[in-house]
Structures are given as structure tokens and as C-alpha cells.
């Protein structure tokens, strides 16, 4: 298949497009201008996120025949010619869908066929559930469909593709190890960053123009002072089940502070005690957080009172990380300290996602140190898994020259099964990413 070949779903796309820029969606009508554009880059990826778009157009392109030609036959207006327009429309998009289905076009789109489908996968759920939260939201969840009005597909494009350019990084355990604390790291950026220039005046960069303090335990104690505001309780939930304990290594936009202040200490020492720490220690704080926020609410106090107990548990856990993370090498706020971490990795256990430890293991060590949650010691890989405290991160995988450690998931090969987490695991990053704001 050479270029010329692309013809029919380029023009395709840009039909497509021009009927959303008629509508006034310059977003969505720029995203498929896009779209169309790329396809030229040979990524094989494209060829069925490609597909879906054009399945997608005469869905929309049958609808629109369908409403046009309804309004005609009520105003008694002649309807035949533009049904005939309007097929060789859809036929158009059916021939775009099957020169792009053929066996030529599998030789044009030739690079990076191995991960083409976790690359497509990961754009296109990142797109599905920011395009749900947009319609389902009551008010502009998009940046930019607060700053720029019709413009915000164009966001979405641009965060799907960027999770397929993240997937791309990810595919080996040894770049998942190496760009996972990035990533990690330039959420929590973006979102303090959005925090502060709300703070400093730019209301729109807020959710809601209601605050709430950045501190994972208000996930759980917020809900039990106001009797309400379940949003982040249910989006939390839901992480829980899709990834388990993972939203704690991957999406926890205080958890990268902690892992990048417990990376200025090369090797962190295993210590029996973190272990029963791991769950007496958070066990406590949750109690605490969830009695204080309870006791507040019935004494009737304001809600000042709950912020400043808050905040005092907020700064308190900043100095764990400045002191005890940094000092040991390993991630003490997380795994030893905060509550909502020790939610997550027990209500974690209703995902099926686990990492297991091979029987072959020969129990050398090496990825004891990758562990910065505490959650791997001889005794662990004598086992066969890691400890509570594990959130699936995944830098013990790469550890293991052995192949001995992987991601487990029921009916699935652990190859298989650690793509399969990646997918899942960028994409919600990307989604919170567009969507995750104070």
C-alpha cells in the first residue's frame, strides 16, 4: 500500500470533520483533521483507532440522514436527492473502513505493529471516559472548554495521545520502573500548579470554585464531616476495583512526593517493624482521621475546625516524608502513615490484580531493595507475594533477571496480564490528568 492509498479515509475523516466545524465542535472537527493527518506517519496503532473513528462517522452520518430527511417529510419538502447525497456519504466511509481493513494497508501501517494494540487501547479508553465525563458533568470539567468554549475535544485528543506515547514508554518492566515515578510526578505538578493559580485568582482553574484541602485522608474523612460530597469517595472506589491498590504508586497526587524524597537514598533497608507498622500505624491514623472528622460533626463545630485539623494532618505527613522517607530510603509516608493508603491496599484486594512470585524463585534479593513500600523481605518471597503494603507498582519486575515476579491476573498469561495493567493504568493516569482538580 503506498500513500495514495490513504486517500479515501483521509477524505473520510475530513468530511467527518467538516460536518462537526459546521456544528460548531472546532474541537472534535480538529481532532479528526488530526486524526487524518497522522495516519501518514505509518503508526500501526492508528490503523484501528482509525477504524473505530470511521464506524463511529457513519454511525453519526446515518443519524444526521436520518433527522434530515424526518424534518423535510414534515415541512413536505423533497427529501430523495439529498437521501442519495447522503448515502454515497456513508458508502464513502464504509469504502475508507475497508481499504483501511485490507491487507495492504497492514504493510503501510508497519511500525511498532507489536504494541499497536495496547498503543490503541490506551488512546481510545482514555478517550471514551473523558468524553463520558464531559457529557455527564454538570459544568465545564475541561480546561479548555472553560478558556476556549467548543474546544474541548481537542483536549481530549491531545491526552489520548499522550497516554499511547506513555504506553509506548511503559511496555518493558525496565521503562515502566524508569518513567512510571515521571509521569507520577508530573501529575502531582500540574495538579498543585492548577491548585495555586486558582488560589492566586484564575477561579476557573478550580473544579468548582469550592475548596477542599489536597490531603488523601479528606477522601475519607471529608465525606464523614459534611454527611456528603461522596465524588472523590466514589472516583477512589472505582480506581480501587479497575486497578486495585495502584491508585496509591500511579495516581495519588501527594504519593510522588514521597517516592521522589525516598529516591535520595539509593537502597532502602528492609526493617521488620515497617511491616507491622504498614497496618497498625495507618490502622491508627485512619481511626484518627475518621473519629476526628466524626467527633466535629456532631459537636456541631464549623468548618474551619475540620480544615485546621486537616491541614495539621497534612503538614504532619510532609514531614514524615521530609525526615523518615528521605533518612530510610523508602516510602514511610505511604506505607506507614497515611490511612487512605491502608484503604486502598485492603479494599484493593476486590481487584483480581496481584503480583505474584514465582515457585522457581531462588530468593536472591534483588528486588527487595526496588520495594520502596516495604512490601518484599525473604520471608515475602519465601511466599510467593509481597506484603499488604504492595500497590503494584512494579519496579520489583524488573529486578528479577529471572522472570520469576510478574503481574497476575486471572485466565491471563503474565505477559499478557502485565499489558493489560499498563493499558488500564496509563489511561486512568491520562484521564486524571485532564479531569483530576481541586
Known amino acids: 500500500m503506498n500513500r495514495y492509498r490513504l486517500i479515501l479515509p483521509v477524505l473520510a475523516l475530513s468530511l467527518l470533520a467538516a460536518h462537526w466545524l459546521r456544528l460548531g465542535n472546532f474541537g472534535l472537527a480538529a481532532s479528526l483533521a488530526g486524526l487524518a493527518g497522522l495516519l501518514f506517519t505509518r503508526q500501526a496503532w492508528l490503523r484501528p483507532v482509525a477504524v473505530a473513528a470511521l464506524l463511529w462517522g457513519g454511525y453519526v452520518w446515518a443519524e444526521a440522514v436520518v433527522d434530515i430527511v424526518s424534518i423535510r417529510l414534515v415541512l413536505d419538502q423533497p427529501w430523495l436527492r439529498l437521501a442519495g447525497i447522503m448515502s454515497g456519504v456513508i458508502l464513502l466511509d464504509g469504502l475508507a473502513m475497508a481499504s483501511l481493513l485490507g491487507e495492504r494497508s497492514e504493510g503501510w501501517f508497519d511500525r511498532d505493529r507489536e504494541w499497536a494494540w495496547p498503543r490503541a487501547a490506551m488512546f481510545s479508553l482514555t478517550i471514551a471516559c473523558l468524553a463520558f465525563a464531559r457529557n455527564k458533568v454538570?459544568?465545564?470539567i475541561l480546561l479548555a472548554d472553560r478558556y476556549l468554549p467548543g474546544w474541548g475535544w481537542s483536549e481530549i485528543f491531545l491526552l489520548g495521545f499522550y497516554a499511547q506515547w506513555v504506553g509506548s514508554h511503559m511496555r518493558t518492566p525496565l521503562g515502566h520502573r524508569r518513567f512510571r515515578p515521571r509521569i507520577w510526578g508530573l501529575f502531582s505538578a500540574l495538579f498543585f500548579l492548577q491548585l495555586a493559580l486558582g488560589l492566586l485568582g484564575m477561579d476557573r482553574m478550580?473544579?468548582?470554585?469550592?475548596?477542599?484541602?489536597?490531603?488523601?485522608?479528606?477522601i475519607a474523612a471529608g465525606p464523614?464531616?459534611?454527611?456528603?460530597?461522596?465524588?472523590?469517595?466514589?472516583?477512589?472506589?472505582?480506581?480501587?476495583?479497575?486497578?486495585?491498590?495502584a491508585w496509591?504508586?500511579?495516581?495519588?497526587?501527594i504519593g510522588a512526593w514521597d517516592d521522589a524524597l525516598s529516591r535520595l537514598k539509593?537502597?532502602?533497608?528492609?526493617?521488620?517493624?515497617s511491616r507491622r507498622l504498614s497496618l497498625w500505624g495507618r490502622g491508627t491514623t485512619l481511626l484518627l482521621t475518621v473519629g476526628a472528622a466524626w467527633g466535629l460533626r456532631v459537636l456541631g463545630l464549623p468548618g474551619v475546625s475540620a480544615v485546621l485539623f486537616g491541614a495539621a494532618f497534612g503538614l504532619v505527613g510532609v514531614g514524615v516524608m521530609l525526615y523518615f522517607s528521605r533518612k530510610r530510603g523508602m516510602m514511610v509516608h505511604c506505607a506507614e502513615f497515611c490511612?487512605?493508603?491502608?484503604?486502598?491496599?485492603i479494599l484493593g484486594?476486590?481487584?483480581?490484580?496481584r503480583i505474584r512470585i514465582g515457585a522457581d524463585c531462588i530468593q536472591c534479593g534483588a528486588c527487595v531493595p526496588r520495594c520502596r513500600y516495604g512490601a518484599l523481605d525473604g520471608e515475602r518471597l519465601a511466599l510467593g507475594r509481597p506484603a499488604l503494603s504492595c500497590t503494584l507498582c512494579g519496579d520489583c519486575v524488573?529486578?528479577?533477571?529471572?522472570?520469576?515476579?510478574?503481574?497476575?491476573?486471572p485466565g491471563l498469561s503474565k505477559r499478557t496480564a502485565r499489558t493489560a495493567f499498563i493499558v488500564l493504568a496509563v489511561s486512568l493516569h491520562a484521564v486524571f490528568l485532564g479531569v483530576a482538580r481541586i
Open 138 to 140: 454538570g459544568f465545564p
Open 206 to 218: 478550580l473544579m468548582t470554585g469550592t475548596l477542599h484541602l489536597p490531603v488523601p485522608a479528606m
Open 339 to 345: 490511612p487512605i493508603g491502608l484503604v486502598g491496599n
Open 224 to 245: 464523614v464531616f459534611r454527611g456528603g460530597g461522596f465524588f472523590m469517595l466514589v472516583l477512589f472506589g472505582v480506581t480501587l476495583v479497575l486497578v486495585g491498590p
Open 398 to 409: 524488573s529486578a528479577c533477571s529471572d522472570n520469576q515476579i510478574g503481574y497476575a491476573f
Open 266 to 273: 539509593a537502597r532502602p533497608v528492609a526493617v521488620r517493624a
Open 349 to 353: 484486594r476486590v481487584s483480581p490484580w
Open 248 to 253: 496509591c504508586s500511579h495516581l495519588c497526587y
